[in-house]
């Protein structure tokens, strides 16, 4: 009937999907590396594999793409393309079935389904409607993979979607997007094992938090700040200061901070990486202006929030849950870190400027090239550590925020500046979008949104689709119509 394919992974390999598959443990390696040896690798990244079923549809006679067709021929095919894509599916463990020809195969794969996180369907030839129509009944997301010829059964899907039911179609003479195609699976299962920390004076709105749970998975864990102290003061001097030197040696400007300013940043960095090992976390978010830590003698996060973004993990501004959610979907479906912005617009140039102090350097994936950057002070009080980053422009950009549990605001645009100037928060990334009076007549929920390198709206659409949420067009749809949005009249995060 098929195996179970499982291939080993180390916790300390943490695994992202990208545009071409996978973030591998060299990562992490890399990470190490660039760090001098500064830190000794935490056990950080994903807890379990992703859970994958298998399963070949396909008939003997179908007529079409033929009268006959070679059954185990074909299947062998996609075997041999699958193999050369294992390096890339490192963190999948794929629940195999086989080629299934009757009810009777069909319910044992069934049984062997019910604990996956998607089903793959190669679709082999015509007439397999049948079958599919009986594994949407487990109510687990399903991906209709079919190369040219192979069958008609395309046609149907929107009309299942209609009825609510858990299924896309992959159309494509390209087999390497097998990865692009179970992306949503990896990031629902890496949701269900996520942990947040949220530091602050007080904790997270439990209702929220187990909101998240119960959609998601997801677990929210408050520390508070004598916590977070004694993990600033128990950080190793060394590591430190070996994160300052290269700090301060990559920067090309070192403008406001001091050497012991940026020293107590990368104290913070080492308490923040200990705290999220020790709570076996993947993103921090603080509230580091309001918590006063400079005048706890502690540094600020955004150096540190920096690291963590660039390697594949998450550091986020104001103790921003929805935006650390959102950080959360796109790193674990499309393997980029979050820019969380305070957005302001120019209708002149039919732009929003995207401004904060944290920006990682790495926006395009942990194996992308950093960004230059000066270090400068938090402009809002003048006094710590953060970067002035030099956003990568002439790109395509993502801009998201998810409300609640089922609604997602989403846009894309273009990069078409990164300016330098000492107004706003320190970096700043304009974004060119269509419709932007629209979007300005219909902006809710707060002040911040999360941006994202590249153009993921498809990768969005399935995901949203099999996590049940609503995919709500910022300068497309009338927001205004649409209930559970937040309108409060005063300025928030």
Request: glycine share 8%; proline share 5%; charged share 20%.
């Amino acid at each position: 009937m098929g195996k179970v394919m499982n291939t080993q992974i180390s916790r300390r390999c943490f695994l992202t999907s990208t545009a071409a598959g996978i973030v591998s443990c060299g990562v992490i390696a890399g990470f190490a590396q660039r760090l001098a040896a500064a830190t000794s690798a935490p056990q950080l990244g994903p807890k379990s594999k992703v859970r994958v079923g298998k399963i070949y549809l396909g008939n003997q006679h179908p007529g079409w793409p033929a009268f006959n067709v070679d059954l185990p021929g074909e299947m062998k095919r996609y075997e041999d393309n699958l193999a050369k894509l294992a390096p890339k599916l490192g963190d999948v463990e794929f629940v195999d079935v086989g080629l299934i020809g009757n009810a009777p195969q069909l319910a044992q794969a069934k049984e062997q389904f019910k604990n996956v996180d998607g089903i793959l369907v190669m679709h082999l030839t015509m007439g397999i409607g049948g079958h599919l129509q009986s594994l949407m009944e487990l109510g687990i997301p399903i991906v209709l993979f079919s190369l040219p010829y192979t069958g008609h059964e395309w046609h149907t899907i929107a009309s299942w979607q209609r009825q609510g039911k858990l299924i896309e179609v992959f159309p494509t003479s390209r087999f390497e997007d097998v990865l692009v195609a179970i992306r949503p699976f990896r990031a629902l299962h890496r949701l269900k094992e996520a942990r947040i920390l949220h530091v602050n004076q007080s904790p997270a709105d439990p209702d929220y938090c187990n909101a998240i749970k119960e959609k998601f998975g997801t677990d929210i864990k408050n520390i508070s700040l004598p916590e977070l102290q004694k993990a600033y003061e128990a950080a190793d001097q060394s590591e430190a200061m070996a994160d300052c030197r290269r700090w301060m040696d990559e920067a090309e400007k070192i403008v406001e901070p001091t050497r012991e300013e940026i020293l107590k940043s990368s104290l913070m960095f080492i308490a923040m990486r200990n705290l999220l090992a020790e709570h076996e976390a993947e993103l921090v978010t603080m509230n580091c202006l309001g918590m006063n830590l400079i005048g706890r003698g502690m540094g600020y996060p955004c150096l540190g929030f920096v690291r963590l973004n660039n390697l594949g993990l998450g550091g986020v501004c104001e103790a921003d849950l929805k935006s650390s959610m959102t950080h959360l979907i796109f790193s674990h479906l499309v393997g980029k870190p979050g820019f969380v912005t305070d957005p302001v617009f120019d209708l002149s140039t039919s732009s929003i400027i995207h401004a904060h102090c944290v920006a990682a350097t790495q926006m395009e994936g942990p194996d992308s090239p950093a960004a230059a950057y000066h270090i400068r002070s938090h402009l809002e009080d003048g006094k710590g550590a953060s970067l002035q980053v030099r956003m990568p422009i002439g790109r395509p950009l993502t801009m998201a925020r998810l409300i609640g549990t089922d609604k997602l605001l989403f846009a894309t645009g273009e990069a078409t500046d990164s300016p330098f100037v000492d107004y706003g928060c320190r970096t700043k990334l304009t974004m060119k979008v269509q419709n932007i009076e629209r979007m300005l007549e219909n902006w809710s929920c707060g002040l911040h949104r999360v941006v994202f390198y590249g153009d993921h709206t498809q990768d969005v659409r399935r995901f949203c689709r099999f996590a049940q949420v609503r995919l709500l067009h910022e300068g497309v749809d009338d927001l205004q119509k649409v209930d559970g949005l937040e309108w409060e009249p005063h300025v928030h995060a």
